[in-house]
């Protein structure tokens, strides 16, 4: 086989040697497909500089995809592949990623939409899987190249990547990089694993689970828009009760969220640092507008992926609903996990006041909400409900 390869000079002389041979070109595997590899690798530690940590390592795969490891952080943030660096957010669940839309401005509604990430950065689940490899404070490969000669230099991945991606991959480094983020992204989009809709709210669309009365007047003040405001946010089809509902509008709102002290001593990071949310997103041009905005969570599981919001500030759900309420209730006085009263808006200018009002709810509401929120959990993480 002729193919030039330009991935470095280290990398020729093996190269064309094993290229030319059979192993590398049989038919894959039986049944052995992008989305298996995709799977391989983001089990696979390789793709982390000393060997500590793969995807899985930060969202667990038995506990709704985020990260449960105990750590000086009190998981507020996820440990790096060094054992000593913190990023600043969260870690997020990727359950369902495959509905959030490709990061883009609505010309109708004036808006950024969609991307992953909580400010988007990343345009989608390709774009995405590119990038824990190479930051340093997750799994801190220096460059694509060394990815790249990661993967060549696995007997079985560069086996793999070769059948389903071609041998003419491996000319460019970039070709390289993109065939394994493809691999990663789709295996993200498998319906099976990452968005099995099996919870209590889906088998009661289909007839199989009856709402108890408190989830039905929970799912009913969620959705009136004259009672409450969540679904003007987290609803994304415009029918209620459609079957791949996510949740989520996939739009960026500063919803007052109180800059989380605990982490910034823990990071020492300055004690007026402000997360710049979809500002820190390249594709926003520096618009200043979107400073302090994050792309809205999707309700799925989330009352079993705590800590809460971008920078983990709260430790219960129960804590989210009576923040929320706050902006509307003037007895929400006190954030019951402090015990003070609630901290000002870890950012100001664009808080999304007017798409925070609502009427103050009473503390039998909360309990309905919040038993709503519960019958979003996917059976197999029902067990870690409290
Ligand atoms: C060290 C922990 C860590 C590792 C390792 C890690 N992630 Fe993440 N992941 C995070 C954090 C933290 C965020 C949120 C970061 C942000 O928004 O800035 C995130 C966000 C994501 C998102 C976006 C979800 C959304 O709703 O927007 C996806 C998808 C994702 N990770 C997939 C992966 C894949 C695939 C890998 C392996 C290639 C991986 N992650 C490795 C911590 C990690
Ligand atoms: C104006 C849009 C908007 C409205 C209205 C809204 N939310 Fe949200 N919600 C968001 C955004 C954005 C975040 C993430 C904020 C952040 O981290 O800075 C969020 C976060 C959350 C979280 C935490 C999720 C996680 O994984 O950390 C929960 C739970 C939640 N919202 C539930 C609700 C409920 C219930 C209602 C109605 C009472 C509601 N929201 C109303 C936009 C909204």
Not at 40 to 58: E, M, P, V
Not at 154 to 176: D, F
């Amino acid at each position: 086989m002729r193919t030039v390869l330009a991935i470095s000079s280290l990398f020729i002389a093996t190269s064309l040697q094993a290229l030319e041979s059979e192993s590398r070109t049989e038919l894959p595997p039986q049944g052995m497909d992008k989305a298996m590899l995709g799977q391989i690798l983001f089990f696979d530690k390789t793709l982390s500089f000393h060997g500590n940590q793969n995807c899985a390592t930060c969202h667990n795969q038995d506990h709704a995809f985020i990260d449960v490891r105990d750590n000086s952080a009190e998981r507020m943030v996820s440990l790096g592949d060094d054992l000593k660096s913190f990023g600043k957010r969260n870690t997020q669940t990727m359950l369902y990623g495959r509905y959030v839309p490709e990061f883009h401005f609505d010309e109708k509604l004036k808006e950024y939409v969609g991307g992953q990430f909580w400010d988007g950065r990343a345009l989608n689940l390709q774009e995405q899987a590119g990038k824990p490899p190479l930051d340093p404070l997750e799994m801190g490969m220096p460059d694509q190249l060394s990815v790249a000669k990661r993967l060549w230099q696995s007997p079985m991945h560069s086996r793999l990547l070769t059948q389903l991606y071609g041998a003419g991959i491996w000319e460019k480094v970039e070709t390289v990089y993109a065939s394994m983020e493809d691999a990663i992204a789709t295996f993200q989009k498998e319906k099976r694993l990452l968005a099995p809709f099996s919870s209590k709210y889906d088998k009661s669309l289909k007839g199989e689970y009856q709402l108890t009365d408190l989830e039905q007047q929970g799912k009913t003040l969620f959705f009136d828009k004259n009672q409450t405001n969540c679904s003007n946010c987290h609803q994304l089809h415009t029918e209620v009760d459609h079957k791949e509902e996510t949740f989520s509008n996939y739009r960026y709102y500063n919803i007052g969220v109180p800059s989380n002290k605990k982490l910034i001593a823990h990071n020492q990071l300055p004690e007026d640092f402000i997360d710049n949310g979809l500002l820190d997103n390249p594709r926003v041009n520096g618009d200043v507008n979107q400073k302090g905005k994050f792309k809205v969570p999707t309700l799925r599981n989330v009352a079993v992926t705590a800590p809460y919001m971008h920078n983990g500030v709260f430790n219960e759900l129960r804590t989210v609903l009576l923040f929320l309420d706050h902006f509307n209730n003037p007895e929400r006085k006190l954030n019951p996990e402090t015990k003070q009263v609630w901290s000002e808006a870890e950012y100001h200018p664009t808080l999304a006041k007017d798409d925070l009002k609502a009427k103050p709810l009473t503390d039998q509401e909360i309990d309905a909400l919040e038993a709503f929120l519960k019958i979003l959990t996917d059976e197999r993480y029902e067990k870690w409900l409290k």
